[in-house]
């Protein structure tokens, strides 16, 4: 079946500072998706996006299709932004295949 | 707010005592999942119903199984819940291979 890998898999932030999180797939897919997992559990849509780039406030997103990635970048991270990130694809199925996510930190 | 709602946030059982988990949405969607996560792993879908379509993950194991009465509402039941069946349960809902837009999820814990 398809492989997701994120990467980093921790990051550790100033609160201010820019990052980038990665996320390699190993097959075409019709759909990707981010998320944040907040403290209390609850996987908040950030991005769908198979394919382009989308903006949304301080988060950004590419995906690169044909050569099987995607990144979100975060810009002027906030506490808030704590969390785990997954990134998850489908392909001609229905179930979201997630990578193992990346834990970000952000102190103030 | 069209949303996807769990019920309860939290549950405990005993070892072997069956319970169901509740899941509604108001976003009119034609598909729901269940999802499990246990501690610091990703999400795994157990089964979908497309309408009324039930669809099983081929691991999913027989101690879990599901009921969608409705549009509205889909249920998870546990048969015969185990300490390695403590997790986060997560309904997500979605409309044909669009979006997936998850609830609050509901933590089990068996003791």
């Known amino acids: 079946g398809i492989q997701v890998e994120q990467s980093p898999p921790d990051l550790i932030l100033q609160e201010g500072a820019n990052s980038t999180l990665r996320c390699n797939f190993s097959d075409s897919v019709n759909n990707l998706q981010w998320f944040h997992q907040n403290p209390w559990g609850q996987l908040i849509n950030l991005f769908y996006i198979p394919s382009g780039t989308k903006q949304n406030g301080r988060l950004s997103a590419t995906t690169v299709a044909t050569e099987r990635y995607s990144l979100l970048y975060i810009s002027s991270s906030q506490t808030t932004d704590s969390g785990v990130y997954f990134c998850?694809?489908?392909?001609?199925?229905?179930?979201?295949?997630f990578g193992k996510g990346t834990t970000l930190s952000v102190s103030s | 707010d069209a949303m996807v709602i769990q019920n309860p946030r939290y549950q405990v059982t005993q070892f072997g005592k069956p319970v169901t988990l509740s899941c509604s949405q108001t976003l009119n969607h034609n598909v729901m999942y269940w999802y499990q996560q246990k501690s610091s792993q990703a999400p795994k879908l157990l089964f979908h119903?497309?309408?009324?379509?039930?669809?099983n993950e081929a691991d999913t194991p027989d101690n879990f199984q599901s009921r969608r009465p409705n549009t509205s509402f889909c249920f998870l039941d546990i048969r015969s819940p185990g300490l390695g069946d403590a997790a986060m349960y997560l309904c997500?809902?979605?409309?044909?291979?669009?979006?997936?837009?998850f609830g609050p999820g509901t933590r089990l814990l068996v003791l």
């Open positions: 997500a809902t979605s409309k044909v291979k669009e979006t997936q837009y």
């Open positions: 998850a694809v489908n392909q001609a199925g229905t179930a979201l295949i």
């Open positions: 119903y497309y309408d009324k379509d039930f669809n």
